[in-house]
């Protein structure tokens, strides 16, 4: 089983890797850098969502690249970290969210492999978004990592790249959403499609816009990453330990990708 790791802000590196090689690979997309190496016992290839360096904005990420990306290389589960604000004042920045649900607050993203033509109209289900067994490898793993894990939570995706207005924070809490961040959808979304388990690790970093009475910084976001970054490459490793090599979930049950060998 290949493991994909999707780091997100403040997690760029493939520190947590060792016998590292890079690798280009080419999509319909675009081209994708990903770093290849052994992690947890496992092949696992490490994609820096922001690209190398942290240099695309999150409205810019090349989603399909990257999973295309992850899926060409044989990639079966991936497992997503995610810097988010908090909509709730008992998840506190340095807690984990094992995210089960989430918001599309997102505006100009293409959000699909299926464009229609030859392909047709497809609809793929999302009652269960994150795969159940990647979340639970990432809440015994974050247990273990010394990290205050939540086990569930709803994560509202904006456009971004600005923060958001305290009244759009007032709605989303309102509308469900728990935690905030720009870049989980259409991540989430075209995992499904390409029939990865995908799970995701919200660390919150900051109380969401107008709760904390003072502006957000997109510094006090990597600072919190930063003091966090140790306890969160452990989390990472010790969950491609323990997720299992044989999927008992259903996210491999889908159409399958356009053009799909
Ligand atoms: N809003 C949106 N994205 C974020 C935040 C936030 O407050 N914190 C970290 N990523």
Known sequence: MLFGIIGGSGLYDPEILEEVKTENV????????????????????????????HTVPPHLVNYRANIWALWKLGVSRVIATAAVGSLRR??????????????????????????????????????????????????????EAGIVAHDGGCYVCTEGPRFETPAEIRMFARLGADVVGMTGVPEVVL????????????????????????????QEV???????????????????????????????????????E
């Open 26 to 53: 080419a999509t319909p997309f675009g081209e994708v850098d990903v770093y290849r190496g052994r992690g947890g016992g496992r092949e696992v290839v490490f994609l820096p969502r922001h690209g190398p360096g």
């Open 90 to 143: 008992r998840l506190r920045p340095g807690e984990a969210v094992i995210v089960d649900q989430f918001l599309d607050f997102t505006k100009s993203r293409p959000s699909t492999f299926f464009t229609g033509g030859a392909y047709g109209v497809v609809h793929v289900d999302y009652t269960e978004p994150y795969c159940a067994e990647v979340r639970r490898a990432l809440l015994a793993a974050a247990r």
């Open 191 to 218: 995992a499904r499609e390409a029939g990865l388990c995908y799970g995701t690790v919200a660390v919150v970093t900051n109380y969401a816009a107008g709760m904390a009475g003072r502006p957000l910084s997109h």
């Open 222 to 260: 990597l600072d919190l990453m930063a003091e966090n970054t140790t306890r969160l490459r452990k989390l990472l490793v010790r969950t491609v330990e323990l997720v299992p090599a044989e999927r008992n979930c259903r996210c491999g049950g889908g159409p399958g990708l356009p053009g799909m």
